[in-house]
């Protein structure tokens, strides 16, 4: 029961090839969130999850990105041909209703 | 379009000393505002919420001030410590909930000896 856990916490990729992001989210959270962070910026939103409805998709950048969750439980993110630009801190938010968000450590993804 | 502008983009002061970071949104229709601390490597960890209706908050050391009419939040921390160096981050929620969050980039905060 500790905090939000996310796997890796480091995947170093060619370009090219496709990668697979992994979160787990505190138990009982019913929604849940991708975040991209680049060096110096401001997180952007990529996917939203809440509860059994339809995921919110807007923020993915390119159809190169998906994400799934498993009920109310983990969450992948592939990132599919990978691209130098994907290069970032992907962070994995979980929250019930009207709380703080509850952040992983997230996964630093180096495209070479 | 919705925005949230954070200043100063960094900061450097001595431990003991107190400063304030600046916040302002042009977000609406309004929900609440958070302020997060990330520290290097970690994922961002809230320190206050505020709604509509409420002009100060407190988390020990840390204080966050918001004036609603004027669009503009501060957090103001206290005795800084060596272990506050870290990024300070704005989010402001739109009414609805879910993932209507925008998110300052930060105010990059030093505390030396």
């Known amino acids: 029961g500790a905090g939000v856990s996310q796997s890796p916490s480091n995947k170093v990729t060619e370009k090219g090839k496709d990668v697979e992001l992994r979160c787990d989210p505190i138990?009982?959270?019913?929604?849940l969130y991708w975040y991209r962070q680049r060096l110096g910026q401001g997180l952007e939103f990529l996917i939203y999850?809440?509860?059994?409805?339809?995921?919110?998709k807007s923020g993915l950048p390119s159809d190169r990105f998906s994400a799934e969750r498993t009920g109310e439980s983990v969450s992948t993110l592939t990132i599919q041909r990978t691209q130098q630009e994907d290069s970032a801190v992907y962070l994995c938010?979980?929250?019930?209703?009207?709380?703080?968000?509850?952040f992983g450590n997230g996964t630093r993804l180096t495209v070479t | 379009k919705n925005q949230v502008e954070q200043s100063p983009q960094s900061l450097i002061i001595l431990e003991g000393k107190n400063c304030t970071l600046q916040?302002?949104?042009?977000?609406?229709?309004?929900?609440?505002l958070r302020w997060y601390k990330q520290d290097t490597g970690r994922g961002p960890v809230s320190l206050t919420i505020?709604?509509?209706?409420?002009n100060t908050k407190s988390n020990g050391r840390y204080t966050a001030t918001l004036d609603a009419d004027t669009k503009q939040s501060s957090l103001h921390i206290t005795a800084s410590q060596l272990s506050d160096s870290a990024s300070y981050i704005c989010?402001?929620?739109?009414?609805?909930?879910?993932?209507?969050?925008?998110f300052g980039t930060g105010t990059q905060l030093k505390v030396e000896l």
């Open positions: 938010a979980s929250s019930v209703q009207l709380t703080p968000l509850h």
């Open positions: 138990s009982g959270h019913t929604a």
């Open positions: 999850f809440q509860g059994n409805s339809a995921p919110d």
């Open positions: 916040c302002n949104y042009t977000v609406s229709p309004f929900s609440n």
């Open positions: 505020m709604t509509f209706s409420e």
């Open positions: 989010v402001v929620s739109l009414t609805g909930g879910g993932n209507k969050l925008t």
